[in-house]
């Protein structure tokens, strides 16, 4: 069976897009482990999935690497986003996108795409995080923030944040040289994370300005991801690092989030179309 399929990336965070709106496909999970694998299929981050949606303009869902199906993905629904309005397959500037993080509304942003990401969850049974903490923020007052977790010789403290997605944020001196590969895997599959969770190792450098690089869960270290910017931005601020609109610094770029005064988080930047193919599965 030939399948039309579409390469697109959110800075460097790659994907495999196919339209499913009139075509079925089965086996989804292991699908994605052999069309995302670098040597024996087409080499991707994620697994994207367009489908018709009964309470949006349409659906998105995403599977990693590793065949599991995952909530949300930030750079991910900017490429789905530019996919849709790229064929004319709507002429709305600001789109509803059904997730299994809810309804996501990615706007027109001049050349980049602005995404509605939600509100920012604190609760540890939410997020899932296996932890009880009681946090000085009054208004979270259950947030994890700063919990300190032994993973192998060292103590990181991480703030834990969802974004329809679990991220564990950890703050560290210089992330350009850190270890992603080896502590992230460790901390991902930690079991106080019930769900597994994404990891962002951050290097704050001003008020403004973030340095990142991500674990993600399910497809390892990549070069962007967008959630995990926007739990980033919301952790920094949280732990008063940073002001509500900050410019993530990732290794394939940046990202612009800004947690508005509807305690929603916007995240802007850019989906890049690669090339077109035709895969037999």
């Known amino acids: 069976m030939n399948i039309h399929f579409t390469k697109m990336h959110g800075l460097g965070n790659d994907f495999i897009l196919i339209d499913c709106r009139h075509t079925k496909l089965d086996n989804l999970s292991e699908l994605s482990k052999s069309l995302c694998h670098r040597r024996f299929g087409v080499g991707a981050d994620q697994f994207l999935l367009l489908y018709s949606s009964n309470i949006a303009d349409f659906k998105m869902r995403i599977f990693n690497a590793d065949g599991s199906e995952v909530e949300m993905c930030g750079n991910g629904?900017?490429?789905?986003?530019?996919?849709?309005?790229?064929?004319?397959?709507?002429?709305?500037?600001?789109?509803?996108?059904?997730?299994?993080?809810?309804?996501?509304r990615p706007e027109r942003a001049g050349d980049m795409v602005k995404v509605d990401m939600g509100e920012p969850i604190f609760e540890p049974e939410k997020i899932p995080v296996n932890v009880s903490i009681s946090s000085p923020i009054t208004h979270h007052p259950s947030a994890v923030i700063d919990y300190p977790l032994q993973i192998d010789d060292r103590v990181f403290n991480i703030t834990c944040v969802s974004m329809g997605n679990p991220?564990?944020?950890?703050?560290v001196d210089d992330v350009s040289n850190f270890p992603v590969a080896y502590y992230g895997p460790m901390i991902e599959n930690h079991p106080i994370f019930p769900k597994r969770t994404n990891v962002e190792f951050i290097d704050v450098l001003n008020t403004a300005e973030i340095n990142m690089k991500v674990w993600e869960r399910g497809s390892g270290e990549t070069m962007a991801c967008g959630t995990g910017a926007s739990a980033a931005a919301v952790a920094?601020?949280?732990?008063?690092?940073?002001?509500?609109?900050?410019?993530i610094h990732l290794v394939g770029g940046d990202l612009f989030i800004g947690w508005a005064e509807d305690n929603h988080v916007y995240m802007t930047g850019p989906a890049v179309e690669v090339f077109e193919g035709i895969v037999n599965i």
């Not at 920094?236 to 410019?247: D, E, Q, R, W, Y």
Request: glycine share 6%.
């Open 77 to 104: 629904i900017r490429c789905i986003a530019k996919y849709i309005w790229d064929r004319n397959l709507s002429n709305k500037n600001f789109l509803d996108i059904e997730t299994l993080a809810g309804i996501i």
């Open 167 to 171: 991220h564990a944020i950890i703050v």
């Open 236 to 247: 920094s601020n949280i732990k008063g690092l940073t002001g509500k609109k900050v410019t």
